[in-house]
């Protein structure tokens, strides 16, 4: 049965034949694809953070191409093709496993990616790890991915004899060509370098709260060749990565998330001092926006009509403090007009009359008369 088997197969067109090996190798790919998507799928189920779900997610796409072209090129020598035809299609098989596999090795820096973003995550007050680690991983994907479509694009070129000859032919003219490209991109360069700098000195980092050219904002991304900073008002300010190498920043997160909050009140000499700096403390323990580790109200400065008095306070992140900054002025101003209004600020104005200045004495009787 097997003999009339191969000669049924004997007797096949080879057009047919090689459409049959083509779609095994299809068939095959695909099969091992689901086996393996179903036991990693089963395996899911039994935690409640696998890196699993994210591999599925982010290789599915690569493996569903990478497996049948793989299965088809194991099968290329059982076609029947003539020579130039079978190398022909052999590159071209080739050419497609070779991207098939950068993508791949894309999804799996992304798994990788998705692993450290749950293990570091930004939604605690006091970040400070997580947004070093996140910093330096936005921009080390970037810059992997970059070299691997390189890398890829160069492998598929030298595939080709005729570029390689073309290769060797312009490898005399690279020096010049080199220094050519290095003043043309001089700029683009110092970005990419500034962008090296960053990532590992770290002046800046995702999620940084920064002040820059008079906007308040956080760092949102890092790119090779430029940050973006999302203004308070939703905005987004992009700046050149060498600009924070090369120009003065206010960074309020640079060493812990917790910072000192200001509110500045201006009275009158009078003002109880005391009684207000009692009703800071009130306020702020009363606040759950506090996070009870200063508490200051100080007179800093007297003026010839008002004197300057200082609220301090503390809280784990900018804007948080920014929200507690509002709360103490909006009542501990409220307090001062309802307790002690006459302490608002006043211009003062004293009228005095000289005796010489004095209207004479009129006697009432000579009046009646």
Request: hydrophobic fraction near 50%; glycine fraction near 6%; aromatic fraction near 10%.
């Amino acid at each position: 049965m097997w003999d009339q088997f191969e000669q049924s197969l004997d007797h096949l067109p080879d057009f047919l034949w090689n459409i049959i090996l083509v779609g095994i190798g299809v068939l095959v790919g695909f099969i091992i694809k689901f086996l393996l998507t179903f036991l990693l799928r089963f395996y899911t189920k039994n935690t409640s953070y696998s890196i699993v779900a994210s591999i599925l997610r982010r290789l599915g796409k690569p493996v569903n191409y990478f497996l049948p072209l793989l299965a088809i090129n194991a099968l290329i020598p059982f076609m029947k093709l003539k020579a130039r035809p079978e190398a022909q299609i052999s590159r071209i098989a080739e050419i497609l496993l070779t991207i098939a596999f950068a993508a791949i090795l894309i999804g799996i820096i992304k798994v990788l990616e998705d692993y450290v973003y749950h293990r570091f995550d930004l939604a605690k007050p006091d970040n400070l790890r997580e947004r070093k680690v996140r910093t330096q991983l936005q921009f080390v994907r970037k810059f992997a991915i970059s070299l691997i479509i390189i890398l890829t694009l160069c492998a598929i070129l030298l595939s080709f004899e005729s570029l390689r000859k073309l290769g060797t032919g312009l490898l005399t003219g690279v020096g010049v060509g080199g220094i050519i490209i290095g003043f043309a991109a001089q700029k683009s360069l110092g970005n990419l370098l500034a962008g090296f700098q960053i990532a590992f000195t770290q002046p800046i980092r995702i999620d940084d709260v920064l002040v820059v050219e008079g906007e308040w904002g956080k760092v949102e991304e890092i790119t090779l060749t430029y940050v973006v900073l999302n203004i308070w008002d939703s905005r987004r300010l992009i700046l050149p990565i060498n600009y924070f190498i090369e120009k003065p920043f206010q960074n309020w997160t640079r060493t812990g998330s917790d910072l000192l909050g200001t509110a500045f009140f201006y009275l009158d000499h009078t003002a109880p001092i005391p009684e207000i700096r009692a009703e800071l403390v009130r306020l702020l323990h009363a606040s759950a926006l506090w996070d009870k580790r200063v508490s200051v109200l100080q007179v800093t400065d007297i003026k010839e009509r008002v004197i300057e008095v200082r609220a301090l306070m503390s809280a784990q992140s900018s804007g948080i403090a920014f929200d507690l900054r509002c709360y103490i002025r909006e009542n501990l101003m409220l307090f001062i007009q309802k307790n002690y209004p006459d302490c608002l600020p006043r211009t003062r104005a004293e009228i005095v009359q000289s005796p010489e200045n004095k209207p004479p004495f009129t006697d009432a009787a000579t009046v009646l008369m």
